[in-house]
């Protein structure tokens, strides 16, 4: 919550905001709702399903698993949905 509001406190607007914390607790998205942030990353149909019920005008942009050996930090292992799941998960 603190990341959303430090944010808006920089003069960001709330529709501009993508909040992409990969581990959104119900609190979290709860105050995304009453600050008027509705973008949303996901990469699980339950992680969609979570955010829907907490706050049902969200948008969601879909995390991709993208692999890299040579990226300095691959967060490929850690997040994102792999090629072979997109279309189940949408």
Do not use: C, Y
Request: no cysteine; net charge negative; aromatic share 6%.
């Amino acid at each position: 919550m603190a990341e959303i509001d430090k944010v808006l406190s920089l003069g960001a607007d709330a529709k501009q905001i993508i909040f992409a914390n990969p581990a959104k607790t119900e609190r979290m998205i709860k105050h995304a709702l009453k600050t008027g942030v509705k973008w949303f990353t996901f990469d699980s149909v339950e992680e969609a399903e979570k955010i829907h019920r907490l706050h049902p005008d969200a948008q969601l942009v879909l995390r991709i698993q993208v692999l890299s050996s040579e990226a300095f930090s691959p967060m490929g292992k850690k997040f994102g949905v792999p090629d072979d799941m997109i279309e189940g998960v949408l």
